[in-house]
Every structure is written in structure tokens, then in C-alpha cells.
């Protein structure tokens, strides 16, 4: 029944090639989440905003990134634009296609993390002669912060698995493309998208660690 | 001083302050005591400008509290507020919540604001908990904590919303001796309250405030002997 036989040295080598595109795929998982953490909070005031005006672009971002497959995100970066005349290379569509997922997922964690921190610390704050801009970096944003921490590293987890799609639109830099790539050219195919797989375990488990690190260092309270 | 005009304010169709006037002196401690819906805690918030105002107007030493013009983040720091949650910045040790305002509102240098705030906090006692975080302290530990807070953007007023309602009854003696204290000190407050005896002992004059309005103000020997308001009476042997 099987006569496949193993051939892991093969893999082995490639260990540094592969390695190199993990690099690419870390890369673009923290690009992502640095923007999408920028955007997830404007898209969170947006949300709690009382103008219609800013309500409804960001309740539209966030409807569509979390209830659309991320890989038609990532598709619509690349080819849908492409329809229209704009070209995004598969490096920058995969970064634009996580960026958005992840900006519509994080808003609503953030969303959730400022419900709960009551009104009450920002009328302190302001009674205090802070203005609304200041209450609201000194007092309500690092309790936000603490809430929505260990949600969005499990993001960060995520993005990073994510970057896997970007195979599709023709990403051959990060690890799916380099590991499809030496598939392609050796048919070790259970070999090399099993080395790949150890990798993406190995970097979400440091990643999980580090952040419970911080977490810890950085939440004494 | 504190003037205040004829103050009128409604939440939605709910008139809370139906016309207040009331001047509080410098050094004068006035407490405000009625029912729960009587309007006294509206009153401090609209004193800051924490709440807008319908009608009449509040001056503190001659600045117009609700006037467009004002600058109320620089009102604010010569008014302190506490509150019956006592909102302690859980983020923050005690020191840090203390030095906060001074650092980032007045823009002192650290070294400063903290010899402030370890003197406030001392004052207060909790001189041995400055490094600790709020939720390693008791209600009145934390209260207190608020309290120094205040105090530390040295405010000429001080406003007391309640502040022993939210604690154990063991608790609420160490809050009312630091308020004694200060008291004594000669700051200028307005102290809300449910505490009579505190009221009676500490209070240049008591207000009674009874369903947005203030009904009856005199010396507590007046309010708490021979109130000439029915409603004052009425209220001060419900709570006896």
C-alpha cells in the first residue's frame, strides 16, 4: 500500500532556503498587524461615533472582513483591483488583504475592551483639567490595551497563518511559496509542507510565549 | 468664592436643579444633605462643568463656569472633585496615580510632583503604599488615595460627592477624618453627604436640598436643631 519512501535529507537542506521565508512571513504577519492595530482603532472610535458619516464606512469594513473568507480579501487586493486598473504586486496585496482582515477583527476587540472600562475613569481624568484627547492616551488606552492584549497576539497568531494564502496570488518570498516552490521542483511534497508546517507551530508557539511574557512584565496590575 | 445663580437642569424631561443659589466663601465648608434625586450630586458635577447647565450661571472667583470663552481644563485645576466610586487609575501605582494630573496636566517635572504626592499621600496616610496598585488597597484606602490625588494639583476648592457612601461602615471613619483634616486646614468645600454627625461637626453651614431645590440653609445648629422647613425636619428624623 505504500511505497512512497521518505527522503528528509532533502528537506534538511532546504532548512535555510525555508527559514528565509519564514523571515518574509514574520515580516509581513507584524506589518500587518502594526498597521491594522492603527487602523482597527480609528475604525473603533468610527464605530462609537454618533455621525452616521464615520459610523457607516467603519461598520462596512468590519462586516466585510469578518464575514468574507480572508482569501477573497487577498484575491480582491490582487485581482480585484487589478480589473480596475491597479496593480498591487503579490508582496504588497498580501499585506493589504491580512492588513484589512485584521483591522476589522481588532476593532471589535478594541471596541469590546473600551466597553469595559467605565465612563467613570474618563470624568476622573477630565476633572483632573485633562482634555478629552489626554484622558483618553493617559487613562482609557492602556486599560484598553491590557484588555485587548492576549486577543489580539491570538490575531497575531492568525495573521501569521494567514500569510500562507498569499500562494495564491503568485507570493513565492514568504514560507508557503518558497515550500511550493521546492515542491514543485522535487515532488517531496509530505516532506517539505511537513518541515513547513513544524515552522509555522514553532513561530505561533514563540510568538504565544513571548507575548505571555510581556504580558506579564508589562500587566502588574 | 463660588457663586451660584439660579442654576436650572433637566435630564431629558427630568428637572433635577428646579432655580439653586448658593454662595460658598473662601475657607467656608458647606455640606448638602436630602433624599437620593434631590439634586445634590448634579450640583458639584455642574460646579466643575463635568455637566452643561439650562439656566442661571456658576462663577468660580468670578469666572464663568458654562461661558463658551472658558477655559474649563484650567477650571478644573483649581477644583477638585471625589467621587463615591472612588475611580482609581487601576493601571497606575498609588504614587502614579497621584502624580498623574500634576506631570501631565501642570507639566511639573517628576522629581517635583512626587515630593507632592508623598506629602499628600502621607497626609492622608498611606505614606507605605505609594508602590502598590489600587486593587491591593481597601475602599477607604482607596478613597483616600483619590482624595491626595486631588489635592496634589493643589486645588483652592473642593468638591465631596458622597464619598463615604460607597464604603463599609468600618471604613467610612478614616475617610471623614481626612475630610476633618482638611477641613480644619482651611480649604474651601462642598461636601455632599450622608453623614450627619460629620456634617453637623464639620460644616460652617448645612443645605437641604429636597427635589431640586434647596429648601432650608443655615449653621447646623439651625438645620440639625430647629429646622424651620417641614421637608428638613421631616427628612433629618427619617434619618436618625
Request: charged residues 20%.
Amino acid at each position: 500500500m505504500f511505497n512512497y519512501t521518505f527522503q528528509w535529507r532533502q528537506a534538511f537542506r532546504a532548512l535555510p532556503e525555508m527559514l528565509e521565508g519564514a523571515l518574509y512571513t514574520m515580516q509581513i504577519a507584524v506589518l500587518s498587524m502594526i498597521i491594522g492595530i492603527a487602523i482597527a482603532v480609528i475604525l473603533a472610535v468610527g464605530r462609537n461615533s454618533s455621525s452616521r458619516w464615520l459610523r457607516a464606512p467603519a461598520t462596512a469594513w468590519v462586516e466585510v472582513a469578518r464575514n468574507t473568507p480572508a482569501l477573497f480579501q487577498i484575491y480582491m487586493a490582487h485581482f480585484g483591483l487589478g480589473s480596475f486598473g491597479i496593480y498591487l504586486s503579490p508582496y504588497v496585496a498580501l499585506l493589504a488583504g491580512i492588513t484589512f482582515n485584521n483591522a476589522g477583527y481588532l476593532c471589535e476587540t478594541f471596541r469590546g475592551a473600551l466597553r469595559a472600562i467605565p465612563d467613570t475613569q474618563m470624568r476622573a481624568g477630565r476633572s483632573l483639567g485633562m482634555g478629552p484627547a489626554k484622558a483618553f492616551r493617559l487613562i482609557v488606552m492602556p486599560q484598553m490595551f491590557r484588555i485587548a492584549f492576549l486577543p489580539t497576539m491570538n490575531q497575531m497568531v492568525w495573521a501569521i497563518l494567514m500569510t500562507s494564502l498569499g500562494v495564491t496570488v503568485g507570493m513565492a518570498i514568504d514560507l508557503t511559496g518558497v515550500t511550493q516552490a521546492l515542491n514543485a521542483r522535487t515532488f517531496r511534497t509530505f516532506e517539505f509542507f511537513a518541515m513547513a508546517a513544524i515552522i509555522y507551530y514553532l513561530i505561533t508557539k514563540a510568538v504565544m510565549l513571548a507575548s505571555r511574557l510581556v504580558a506579564w512584565r508589562l500587566f502588574r496590575y | 468664592m463660588i457663586e451660584i445663580e439660579n442654576v436650572h437642569k433637566s435630564f431629558g424631561a427630568l428637572k433635577v436643579l428646579k432655580g439653586i443659589d448658593l454662595t460658598v466663601d473662601k475657607g467656608e465648608v458647606v455640606s448638602v444633605i436630602g433624599g437620593s434625586g434631590s439634586g445634590k450630586s448634579t450640583l458639584l458635577t455642574c460646579i466643575n462643568g463635568l455637566e452643561p447647565i439650562d439656566e442661571g450661571r456658576i462663577l468660580v472667583d468670578g469666572t464663568e463656569v458654562h461661558a463658551r470663552s472658558t477655559d474649563l481644563n484650567k477650571l478644573r485645576r483649581k477644583i477638585g472633585i471625589v467621587f463615591q466610586q472612588f475611580n482609581a487609575f487601576p493601571h497606575l501605582t498609588v504614587l502614579e496615580n497621584v502624580t498623574l494630573a500634576p506631570r501631565k496636566v501642570k507639566g511639573m517635572g517628576r522629581k517635583e510632583a512626587e515630593e507632592i504626592a508623598v506629602r499628600q499621600l502621607e497626609h492622608v496616610g498611606l505614606g507605605d503604599k505609594i508602590k502598590v496598585y489600587p486593587s491591593r488597597l481597601s475602599g477607604g484606602q482607596q478613597q483616600r488615595m483619590a482624595i491626595a490625588r486631588a489635592l496634589a494639583m493643589s486645588p483652592d476648592y473642593m468638591l465631596f460627592d458622597e464619598v463615604t457612601s460607597a464604603l463599609d461602615p468600618q471604613l467610612v471613619g478614616e475617610v471623614l477624618d481626612t475630610l476633618k483634616l482638611l477641613a480644619d486646614g482651611g480649604m474651601t468645600m462642598i461636601c455632599v453627604t450622608h453623614e450627619m454627625r460629620f456634617a453637623r461637626e464639620v460644616s460652617d453651614r448645612v443645605a437641604f436640598f429636597d427635589q431640586g431645590v434647596m429648601a432650608e440653609i443655615g449653621p447646623p445648629e439651625q438645620i440639625f436643631g430647629e429646622a424651620k422647613n417641614e421637608a428638613t425636619r421631616k427628612f433629618l428624623s427619617s434619618v436618625r
